[in-house]
């Protein structure tokens, strides 16, 4: 069966036309009768025991409707991981302690913000400031404060991956080198400030409206917070202003919204200022990755044993699955017979970190990538041929935890190579100008269970109707990477009807079907696509009927939807309407509508993910020696995402993670300095502008997953990891100057170049 | 229009009263009240609820509430309100020339890809209009220049530079048809 | 956290309305040209002033105007893309010109003027180092008169100027270029393109009939507590030959008259050896200028 032509095709987002007049409705964008403004004291020390709020003033205030301290709350502690509830730590407000600098500790709602921020001003705490730790080295020293009790030693998790017998391949290893490499902490910079509005429903229940990728999650978490029947929190996620992984938690605000509008039984709303997001948002995880590798003379790999330390911050948040992709990430793109990881995840006084696109793969892939073109170097091996002698196949297995069923790595390579004139560009050295390669892969959505869901994975519904249009009902949501088109085409491509005639509704817990587990992971073409995949088959099946009644088929035809038809398969002009079918099929059925439900839930695919992505990107740079500005002109980039869905969307996946990617290589670092961020605005935390984004070119290397909704893969993560260790590359190309800690600066490279 | 607390002698001027303007946006007059420390953009959102323009900063560093008044892009949230009195202000719902046509920008931004989650979209417009009213044809170096006030964190930027490729190239044609 | 505002705003029509405004009100108010700067100021609480006065309807203060002496007078509201634009900023002040090219945002540009990128007081004002070597003077009036300062002067220290309450910066008065001149300016952030910047150099170089250094001038910001002229540097050009190695010399004296700071921006060693890297390549762009004649032309 060939693929219908939907499948592929460049188009725009659907409700591109909304974004563009102003008419998209985001969070903050909404306003409510009788609406209150809510504003969030947060602690001012980075480690403190509180021990006495005084709200009394803050409450006679004018204007003021409600102030709420953790002693207000249920003081449950909570958090993503309900499967392992030792790691879920943290409290909607703060409870005894505070634990970094931002901690939220009282909120209040008043008639307007102003009001809202003056009386958070005169809230009065007391606290007892205790010593702090703002490093892992420091926090894993002896005799270094507790941070949470029930962690003497600051250790939150551990984790450790081991097969093929490390010390042994070691010491076969011809060539064996070992380099440490520190990342940053950076930030996801959505451009959308979080926010949150609800208001109270009847019988006690609450509405909320928030800018998040998890609906189902903040659902289900603001229900236990709350101390409610998940039944009586319905969340509703409008427009998105991106997230990035940034907005995948419950957060204070969502829940003080809620929690305050029941008490007051009036709409309360929170918005972040970019202060709050950059100063106290979540951020990426800062690492230090001790790489060890060994290979045989003529460049293959025997071993590699990785060491990473995790910097937690105050809380856990994603902590787990973070310090898990870490050494999963470190044993992808090569075959490594015998693999070794320990990574430890360490709670320290900073902003705690989370999951942030590419998750784990950024920091594993930045260590990898770049220790692999220094064995280039050393072995006298060119890094691409390097790259296609490990590469990983088709079938090969991180043993006991994945499997890549589809895998274009080595055609990416190749591909990169050809495009970019590499082999000339690298042989003919240019002054200052430089070349670099690295690979990267990525997961089509997690699977495993840590949220603990009863449900499936992700579930939608669709209806069809006798005027020939459909309704597709899916809790997956749309941050602004077009899920919402790209779902329609599935459906339009299964049922053989015009894009435009599918209504959808998403990202509502009280209507769309339960449940999704959000947007993250690069989970939803694949795993929403393939429950969209399964509720249209069965819709198919109730209309085939129609067909075979209607022209007494042999029992061996088979039925066909293309065109807004439902014909024959082999007998074309044997068909109807797609409505007039519907409109039979409902006769049939006396009335009952024609609605179907689809799931999608990854059993038996290990510990990572259904399917894997692959790419390969070259990068080309000019470094300005006496200045160490590092100007990249030229990005290369071949991904194999399976067979993308819509190939616009895709490629913007690919330029968005390359700008977030150069980003990571050359400017970004929150700049934290005993727990307070010192460069909390957009003037001093520089994210790439468009002057500075190169001109990228992007080649798609089409696989057919078997597990992929038409064969499709991700495309929203992978690209983020290469571009730092490729132009890393390029910059040791062009200077002679490598760098093991992120952002390479222009002070970094000259420092490299002796010149400071 | 000076409210009661400038008047001269005011000097102890403590509270400061709301003013009335008279604010042309999009063609269309309103008359608001406002404290005079009530940033355009703000006036915009909350008291005219054209909400297109957004605050992705409030520090005029990421582009997101840009506006023109009378013509040139500036930025909503350090624009006092107060000062736009007098003068022509168009936000993203005005771009258009009538509401049920987009902007030859508008459909390029959709055409191309220029736009992902759409929070900055709105200004990315406009600074694009304000670019194309001094520079009709502007190289990919104006281009990229011309939205140096902009921050993006979906698109990597080159979709929306080459939707302003692609609506300038068409409006330059559409002039030459008609000249 | 942000402060709580409180602030009339007076928006006069004319220049001596907006004098009586600042006389009347004083210490307590503020001249708002642009606000991009003192908005945020404002807003952190770093400034609380009763009464801003707006330059905005003052159309007086408004426009460049070229006197009989050939010198430019920017008027004080004149915004930063209206200067970058100005056909004769482009040809004689190509320094000045590349400056409010590079600055801030299109927005910013916009919405911002030459004498309010002064009067923040910021070290590190774009227009400062041009500013400083075209020997350019603030014209600051009062209700009951009026000073000139030379810019060199403005500066008393970081976010401090030479600005007394009741006074307003009408123009900035740009001399004429010295025949046989040319002129740059460089800056570099080490972040990204659109950036603060991280150092700045301005040079203007007059040769004489000889090919000699008639005079020189290097001007610096954000690398010293107030943007300022590298005196030494000068003085070992002047009169000289200006091959590549004295104007390597030179760069690197005005690398030693800075007085650089690390911050999240860049680091002091950092910023002293780019002054040295931007002062040699102005150095030579304003000679090659001078010897193109003209005083210069675009950049």
């Known amino acids: 069966m060939s693929t219908p032509p939907i499948i592929g095709a460049r188009i725009p987002q659907l409700g591109a036309r909304e974004k563009v007049t102003g008419q998209a409705v985001y969070t903050d964008d909404m306003k409510l009768p009788g609406m209150l403004y809510g504003a969030i004291l947060r602690s001012p020390h980075a480690h403190a025991r509180i021990k006495r709020i005084d709200t009394s003033k803050a409450r006679a205030l004018p204007g003021v409707k409600d102030v709420v301290t953790g002693d207000d709350t249920l003081k449950v502690a909570y958090g993503n991981w309900r499967l392992v509830p030792d790691i879920q730590d943290e409290y909607v407000l703060a409870v005894d302690k505070v634990r970094y600098v931002g901690d939220e500790v009282a909120a209040v709602c008043a008639l307007d913000a102003d009001t809202a921020r003056r009386a958070c001003e005169l809230i009065e705490v007391e606290y007892e400031v205790l010593p702090a730790v703002f490093s892992v080295e420091e926090a894993l020293a002896e005799g270094a404060p507790t941070i949470r009790a029930e962690k003497p030693g600051n250790l939150s998790l551990t984790r450790e991956i081991e097969y093929g017998g490390v010390d042994e391949a070691f010491t076969r290893a011809e060539y064996v080198r070992e380099d440490t490499f520190r990342v940053p902490t950076v930030s996801h910079a959505y451009l959308e400030p979080c926010s949150a509005l609800a208001a109270p429903d009847e019988g006690g229940r609450v509405t909320l409206w928030t800018s998040t990728q998890t609906p189902y999650i903040v659902q289900v978490l603001l229900a236990k917070t709350l101390g409610l029947p998940e039944n009586h929190v319905r969340v509703i996620k409008p427009q998105v202003g991106g997230g990035f992984g940034g907005k995948m938690e419950l957060r204070t605000w969502e829940f003080c919204a809620a929690f305050m509008a029941l008490r007051t039984g009036r709409p309360v709303k929170f918005t972040l200022t970019r202060a709050d997001e950059l100063a106290y948002g979540r951020r990426r995880h800062a690492m230090v990755l001790r790489s060890k590798i060994g290979l045989t003379r003529d460049g293959v790999i025997l071993a590699k044993d990785l060491d990473v330390l995790l910097d937690s911050g105050g809380y856990n948040a994603m902590g787990a699955t973070a310090t898990f992709l870490v050494g999963n990430f470190g044993a992808m793109l090569y075959r490594i017979p015998a693999y070794r990881y320990l990574g430890r995840y360490v709670y320290t006084n900073n902003p705690p970190a989370s999951a942030m696109r590419g998750f784990g793969a950024p920091q594993a892939l930045f260590a990898g990538e770049c220790q692999l073109n220094m064995v280039a170097e050393e072995l006298g091996i060119d890094p691409i041929e390097l790259r296609i002698r490990n590469a990983m196949q088709a079938g090969d297995s991180v043993p006991g935890v994945a499997t890549a069923r589809t895998c274009g790595f080595r055609e990416a390579l190749e591909k990169v190579r050809d495009a970019s004139g590499w082999v000339e560009k690298r042989a003919r050295k240019r002054p200052g100008k430089g070349i670099g390669v690295a690979g990267c892969s990525f997961i089509s959505g997690g699977v495993f269970n840590w949220f603990d869901t009863k449900y499936h994975f992700t579930s939608c519904e669709v209806r069809v109707f006798e005027d020939g249009t459909a309704h597709l009902l899916t809790m997956a949501s749309d941050i602004g990477q077009g899920s919402d088109t790209v779902l329609r085409q599935i459906l339009a491509a299964e049922l053989g009807i015009d894009i435009h005639k599918i209504r959808l509704t998403a990202g509502d817990t009280a209507v769309t079907p339960k449940a999704d587990l959000g947007t993250w992971g690069s989970r939803v073409t694949l795993m929403a696509g393939n429950a969209v995949l399964d509720a249209a088959r069965k819709i198919k099946e109730m209309l085939a009927g129609v067909l075979f009644m209607e022209y007494d088929l042999n029992q061996i035809h088979d039925v066909a939807f293309a065109g807004d038809r439902v014909f024959v398969r082999a007998k074309p002009k044997r068909g109807m309407d797609f409505g007039e079918c519907v409109y039979k099929a409902l006769r049939g059925r006396r009335g009952e509508p024609l609605t179907a439900f689809g799931y999608y839930t990854p059993r038996d695919k290990g510990l990572v993910t259904p399917a894997f992505s692959f790419g390969a990107q070259v990068i080309e740079v000019e470094v300005d020696e006496d200045t160490g500005v590092v100007s990249v002109e030229q990005v290369h980039t071949a991904h194999d995402s399976g067979v993308p869905i819509n190939t616009m969307a895709v490629e913007g996946q690919l330029e968005g993670s390359i700008h977030m990617g150069l980003g990571y290589a050359l400017s970004e670092e929150l700049i934290t300095v005993e727990g307070r961020v010192r460069n909390a605005t957009f003037l001093d935390y520089r994210i790439p502008a468009a002057e500075d984004m190169p001109p990228s070119a992007s080649y798609e290397i089409v696989t057919r997953d078997p597990e992929g909704p038409y064969g499709a893969k991700e495309a929203g993560e992978g690209l983020v990891s290469p571009t730092a260790p490729a132009i890393a590359e390029a910059i040791w190309d062009a200077v002679g100057v490598r760098s093991d800690t992120l952002p390479i600066t222009p002070q970094r490279v000259l420092e490299g170049l002796g010149k400071l | ?179 | 956290m942000t402060a709580p505002l409180s602030f009339d705003v007076h928006r006069p029509r004319a220049l001596t309305e907006a004098l009586d405004l600042l006389d009347e009100y004083g210490a307590t108010a503020r001249v708002i040209a642009g606000g991009t700067d003192l908005l945020p100021k404002l807003r952190n609480g770093r400034l609380s002033p009763e009464h801003l006065v707006s330059l905005g309807r003052v159309g007086e203060l408004d426009g460049i105007e070229e006197t009989g002496d050939g010198a430019l007078v920017i008027g004080a509201a004149t915004r930063l893309f209206d200067v970058q634009r100005h056909p004769l900023v482009r040809k004689r002040l190509p320094a000045l010109h590349h400056a409010c090219s590079v600055m801030a945002t299109v927005q910013i540009r916009n919405m911002g003027t030459v004498a309010g990128n002064l009067a923040n007081g910021s070290p590190c004002a774009d227009t400062s180092a041009p500013l400083l070597v075209y020997g350019a003077t603030l014209e600051v009036a009062r209700r009951d008169g009026h000073r000139e300062i030379p810019v060199g002067a403005f500066h008393k220290g970081p976010g401090s100027v030479d600005l007394a309450s009741g006074e307003l910066i009408v123009a900035i008065r740009v001399p004429p270029v010295p025949a046989g001149s040319g002129s740059a300016y460089q800056r570099i952030s080490a972040r990204s393109r659109v950036d603060m910047a991280a150092a700045g150099v301005a040079g203007l170089v007059t040769l004489d009939g000889d090919g000699r250094v008639a005079e020189a001038r290097i001007g610096l910001s954000a690398v010293s507590p107030t943007p300022t002229r590298c005196p030494e540097a000068e003085s070992l050009l002047t009169g000289q030959v200006p091959d590549a190695p004295l104007l390597e010399r030179a760069a690197r004296e005005a690398a030693e008259e800075a007085k650089p700071i690390d911050d999240v921006r860049a680091t002091a060693a950092y910023r002293r050896h780019v002054v040295f890297v931007m002062a040699n390549r102005v150095l030579t762009t304003c000679v090659a200028r001078a010897s193109a004649g003209a005083g210069g032309g675009t950049p």
């Not at chain 2, 003013?19 to 915009?44: C, F, H, I, K, M």
């Not at chain 2, 406009?126 to 170096?141: I, K, N, R, Y």
């Open chain 2, 1 to 179: 229009m000076r409210g009661k607390a400038s008047e001269p002698g005011g000097q102890k001027t403590l509270p400061v009263a709301k003013r009335v303007l008279e604010l042309t946006v999009n063609g269309d007059r309103y008359e608001v009240a406002v404290e005079p420390w009530t940033s355009l953009a703000q006036v915009l959102r909350d008291e005219l609820r054209l909400t297109g323009t957004k605050v992705g900063c409030n520090e005029g560093d990421c582009g997101a509430c840009t506006v023109l008044v009378d013509g040139r892009s500036v930025s909503s949230c350090l624009y006092l309100a107060v000062e736009a009195e007098g003068r022509d202000v168009t936000t993203i719902e005005g771009l258009a020339e009538t509401p049920d046509t987009l902007h030859p920008l508008q459909e390029a931004f959709i055409e191309h890809g220029g736009l992902q989650c759409g929070f900055c979209t709105g200004g990315m417009l406009m600074s694009s209009a304000f670019l194309l009213s001094h520079t009709p044809e502007p190289d990919e170096g104006e281009i990229r220049r011309g939205l140096s006030g902009n921050l993006c964190r979906c698109t990597g930027y080159n979709k929306i530079v080459e939707s302003v490729d692609a609506a300038a190239k068409r409006l330059a044609a559409d002039e030459g048809g008609t000249a």
